[in-house]
């Protein structure tokens, strides 16, 4: 299992480095009014991607360090009691003539 997990790792280096070597021509980059840079269009792209990783990772954190306080005062409040099984019915009364 683990020569198909390194199989694919080693997959997805050799398509990104493919990838980086096939798409090295420099693109303009426009921002404020009368500027441009010209970068290759890899560091483009995988600065795009950081910035894609990054904002997500900010969007998560409220999520993350809301379960954690949660877990902390879970564990942290007394356990419940546990739930008790209701009372088993009374048997129905047995007619001593069988009717």
Same mark, same amino acid.
Request: hydrophobic share 60%; proline share 18%.
């Given at each position: 299992m683990q020569?198909?997990?390194?199989f694919f790792r080693i997959a997805i280096v050799l398509?990104?480095?493919w990838f980086a070597l096939k798409n090295s021509h420099l693109v303009d980059l426009h921002g404020l009014p009368e500027q441009s840079v010209q970068a +290759?269009? &890899?560091? &483009? *792209?995988?600065?795009?991607f950081i910035v894609? &990783?990054?904002i997500g990772l900010l @969007?998560?954190?409220p999520t993350v360090v809301r379960n954690r306080r949660?877990?902390?005062?879970?564990?942290?409040? %007394? +356990?419940a009691a546990p %739930?008790? @099984? #209701?009372? +088993? @019915? #009374? @048997? #129905? +009364?047995?007619?001593?003539?069988? *009717?």
């Open positions: 020569a198909l997990a390194w398509v990104l480095a +290759p269009l &890899v560091f &483009v *792209v995988l600065v795009a894609g &990783v990054v @969007a998560w954190l949660e877990i902390a005062r879970l564990r942290r409040s %007394p +356990p %739930p008790q @099984a #209701p009372a +088993p @019915a #009374p @048997a #129905p +009364p047995t007619d001593a003539h069988g *009717v």
